[in-house]
């Protein structure tokens, strides 16, 4: 298969804080791939070597065949967690400006910066100052100054963070169009569901080692054991404390039930039966977040994690 990136036994250690331990991974072309973890777990620190910010300490990177570096730096896109933009320029002279960082002309960057700026909502303010936009607008603005080159690999850290749900779904669309088009999206987060609405593959890394790594359907499998979501009328017996359930999740409406090994759907039903008023019952596999949760173990770091983790950033 022909991968746009792969990463070969890469580390990274700040002090005696390994961030990145021994990470492995190859990203096929023409993919959106997810970057997954916790907050603290090292995406970041990974994404900045992909971006030869910060240099491996052990490993290599390749990003479409060429080592990471100068040679490939045109052909990537990079939006880094951080946000930023200068404020008093101009919409799309800003855009324009970092398409000819990329190569291109400064009529050709100026006429494709419209085009997508028109594309992604922004057509009314592309004569008006940076400063004059929302904190959504000028994400939006970054993410096109992002992709202005026609970038063959898109990196992006973080980037739904701040924006609002419309707008969310305005970039989800702009990075599947990017897939159809033939470019390979690589993204960080830690928002479970916004990756299972996207990725074509994930990969889950915790305390910088790669937990689980495939297409979305491979790691949901990995995880095994059926989820039941149930609804109830009335009281409902205790749930935990049946031999055939391994977790109960409680979203008020209803109940995700995480059947233990070997469990059959069937047996809690026979067990529920004659005891509540079911209003629902559905057998389904593992959401991404669920695998999340399983494997990780955790949804928060603790103070030292997050004291590294800021290290890290700075």
């Not at 398409?99 to 960057?109: D, H």
Request: charged share 25%; glycine share 10%; net charge negative.
């Amino acid at each position: 298969m022909d991968h746009a990136l792969t990463l070969e036994h890469v580390v990274k250690s700040f002090g005696s804080f390994k961030a990145v331990d021994d990470i492995s991974l190859a990203i096929p072309r023409g993919s959106v791939y997810g970057f997954l973890g916790p907050n603290g777990a090292g995406k970041t620190t990974t994404i900045r070597m992909i971006m030869n910010i910060i240099r491996p300490d052990v490993g290599e990177i390749r990003i479409l065949g060429q080592p990471a570096g100068e040679r490939v730096k045109d052909r990537t896109g990079y939006l880094p967690e951080e946000r930023g933009v200068y404020k008093k320029m101009k919409v799309l002279e800003l855009v324009a400006y970092f398409g000819t960082l990329k190569g291109m002309s400064a009529r050709e960057a100026r006429q494709r910066g419209e085009e997508l700026l028109v594309g992604i909502g922004l057509g009314d303010w592309i004569a008006r100052n940076c400063q004059d936009l929302s904190k959504g607008m000028q994400q939006k603005v970054q993410f096109v100054s992002t992709v202005i080159h026609g970038p063959e690999l898109v990196i992006l850290d973080e980037p739904f963070s701040g924006l609002d749900p419309v707008n969310t779904e305005l970039l989800k669309d702009q990075i599947l169009a990017l897939r159809d088009h033939g470019a390979t999206v690589l993204f960080s987060t830690h928002i479970m569901d916004q990756a299972e609405q996207l990725c074509d593959y994930v990969v889950l890394i915790d305390q910088g080692r790669k937990v689980l790594d495939g297409t979305l359907d491979e790691v949901k499998q990995s995880a095994g054991g059926e989820v039941v979501v149930l609804e109830t009328r009335g009281a409902v017996p205790d749930l935990a404390s049946l031999p055939m359930v391994a977790a109960v999740s409680d979203f008020g409406h209803h109940r995700e039930i995480q059947l233990s090994d070997g469990a059959s759907p069937d047996e809690l039903l026979a067990a529920l039966v004659g005891k509540t008023s079911i209003r629902r019952f559905e057998v389904r596999r593992p959401s991404l977040h669920e695998v999340f949760l399983r494997t990780v173990g955790r949804t928060a770091m603790s103070p030292d994690e997050e004291t590294q983790d800021q290290a890290v950033a700075r």
